[in-house]
């Protein structure tokens, strides 16, 4: 049987080697040619990237907004553009060492809690919580020039100014407590300032998570407002039961304001002891003598007698004539 002859497979190679062309062959995907530019890309794609990019940026913005807006975003506001006289404030005064307490904390740690804020026409801002923590920043200012020159805080919105007044006395109550004299008096600034009608409905309104006996206590005090807050230097000081004896006096008398008052800047105290001292003196002051009227000459009637000091002795009555008189000189002028 005869062999098969094996056919060697053509390559280019063994065509090049006899001088011949190789055939031609034809590729079996054409090639596509690289773009020359990236404009050659579907302008429809271009036109969806850029609206979403749009709507991410917009989204982004609107969500930024509302934090801002709805107090959840911390502002770095200047400090002179914070106005702490918005509301009448509750704290009559705070304490040196507390207040240098403060002071140091924020230069240790920089300010930890922000001060809460209205905003006001003219990138102004109302003081709603937060006195504290501004005016400690305000003197760290003037003694680190360029340092403390802002102050973080929380946008508020209060739906009116009884909300703003309430959100700062509790913001005092729960970080700081107050005085029954301060409690009062935010009451009657407030009924002052027309955001209560009456003092009934601020306490009610201001003071609505203290109980019945609490609000009645600070009620009480609002008369020591009304009667002595001009002159009263250390008014934070005074206790629940002397503060409860003195509206008690002003109100059992008509004419007590009147005589406190004159107390007080005859006292003129350079203290909160001494300022309370006086106070107490006043509650029970001395009993003045009365001046006796002159009476006319009438026929007797008897005579009455009063001791109106250790050297002092009155006598008045119907009997008490131009004869009595001579005759009591001339007992006096004897030697028995």
Do not use: C
Request: hydrophobic share 40%.
């Amino acid at each position: 049987m005869a062999k098969r002859k094996r056919l060697t497979p053509a390559t280019h190679a063994h065509y090049l080697d006899r001088g011949e062309a190789a055939p031609e062959t034809k590729a079996m995907y054409p090639q596509r040619a690289a773009p020359t530019s990236s404009f050659n890309s579907a302008p429809i794609a271009d036109v969806a990237r850029q609206n979403a990019a749009s709507a991410a940026l917009e989204e982004m913005a609107d969500t930024l907004q509302a934090a801002r807006e709805n107090g959840r975003m911390v502002l770095d506001l200047p400090l002179e553009a914070v106005d702490e006289t918005y509301l009448v404030r509750d704290r009559t005064r705070v304490d040196a060492d507390e207040m240098a307490t403060l002071r140091a904390s924020i230069v240790a740690r920089g300010q930890q809690t922000p001060i809460e804020v209205v905003s006001l026409e003219g990138g102004r801002y109302g003081l709603i919580s937060g006195w504290r923590r501004l005016a400690a920043l305000r003197q760290l200012a003037t003694e680190y020039e360029g340092k403390f020159d802002t102050i973080q805080a929380l946008l508020r919105r209060p739906d009116d100014s009884a909300n703003a007044y309430l959100a700062m006395v509790e913001e005092n109550e729960v970080r700081v407590g107050l005085s029954y004299y301060e409690r009062a008096r935010i009451a009657a600034r407030s009924v002052e300032h027309g955001v209560f009608e009456t003092h009934k409905a601020a306490l009610l309104s201001l003071f609505r998570s203290a109980s019945r006996t609490k609000r009645s206590k600070i009620r009480s005090f609002l008369g020591i407002v009304s009667g002595l807050d001009d002159l009263l230097r250390f008014p934070e000081e005074i206790g629940e039961r002397l503060g409860l004896q003195i509206a008690a006096a002003l109100e059992a008398d008509t004419g007590a304001a009147a005589r406190f008052r004159r107390g007080l800047v005859q006292a003129a105290p350079e203290t909160a002891a001494a300022e309370q001292s006086a106070l107490q003196k006043l509650l029970k002051p001395e009993e003045a003598p009365r001046e006796v009227p002159p009476y006319p000459d009438r026929p007797r009637a008897g005579i009455t007698v009063k001791r109106a000091g250790p050297s002092k002795v009155i006598l008045h009555g119907q009997a008490v004539d131009e004869r009595l008189y001579q005759r009591l000189l001339a007992f006096l002028a004897t030697d028995d």
